[in-house]
């Protein structure tokens, strides 16, 4: 639902390093979204598109990388992958974690750009 | 504390200034106007060579370094801050309303209130000893660092003790943005249903305490306490658990108590 604004965001960061890195133009963008970070990624996708027009980024690819969720037990001291994306057991103990490690990540990856 | 503006990549619309004073009501604009520095499209290099740059910016970092500056001039103040989530008609405001009667007699509260478009909300937590400011989000879904810092700078608060934040009634976003709160709680209406924590993780994942709220009508709903209360240990196994009805005001013993144990 705030897809919009992490889209504005990203394209004025993008923006900002196009210009620090002598360019004018952005081609495509490769965003790193976390399996837990609340993104949807076809509204993401509409409103990258919506955000690029009228910059330089108009027309941009957007590539979206995702990165898988990792929990952590404080009882086994061990970082694991969750089988379900609500609640996070820990397979060696059983016990329930409320700490996420990875998987929340809303990042500007990484630009393709002219010159 | 004001925060720079030209820190901030997105302008503000500001009215004139004007602070709540305790028994008033007023209405901060906090919309985001259109962003305006953007350069114009450039020349397309047709065939040109192209290059990729690794850049690793993290997008919200900026609402975090934000909410960080709030917590630091909050503690500063002595003022401790409750930031209330949950989806639409959860029973924040009525929950609040109700603390507000018991609790600011005696303790020197303020609220900040999110809200799309309406002043509603605002107007029912109107309280003689409190300054209220409803933050007028315009289409943004969730409260942010920055807004909260226009609107506590709007509220006239000299030695508050408790800032009461109201966000926006929204399961998904709130999650996501830190206020600079000292505690956040969130709401879950038996009327919701028992599976809410299961569908929407995240925000009772964030949350220091879940409030189970309209207890009251708990039984005419046919709700499962029993199931509600396993899928909150599952979903946020630390955070304190209670239920309260602000109809009746039963489990506000509890919940009264713990915010004066704030203090
Ligand atoms: N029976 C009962 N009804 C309640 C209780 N708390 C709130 N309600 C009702 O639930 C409805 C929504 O309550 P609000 O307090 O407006 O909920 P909210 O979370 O502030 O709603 P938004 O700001 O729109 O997200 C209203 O009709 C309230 O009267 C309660 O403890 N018991
Ligand atoms: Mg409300
Ligand atoms: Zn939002
Ligand atoms: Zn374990
Ligand atoms: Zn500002």
Redesign the pocket.
Known sequence: MHETGIAEAGIRAALTEMERHGASRILSVTLRIGALAAVDPEAMRFAFEVACGGTPAEGAGLEIENVPAEAWCRYCGIAFTPESVSFFKCPQCGEYSGELRRGREIELARLEMDS | MHLLHNEFPQSFHHKPKARAKPGDVITVDVRTEDPADIPPPGDFRLGGETRFVRVDIPLLAENNRLAEENRKHFKEHKLKVINLV????????????RTLQELADTVSCGVLVG?LETDS?AR?LRHDKVPVAQLTTGSACHLDAHMIAHGFDALQMEEGQLLFI?N???LVCPAEFDLGETVRVA?F?C?DGEDKPLKYPPIYRSAHMVLL?????AEACGFDRAQALENLAKVCPDAEVME?????GDGFDRWIGFLRDLL
């Open positions: 949950s989806g639409p008609g959860a029973g924040k405001t009525t929950l609040l309303a809200d909300d029912r109201e926006v009634g929204n709401l209406a009327t709220t309209k207890c009251d009508i309260v009805s602000s109809r009746t």
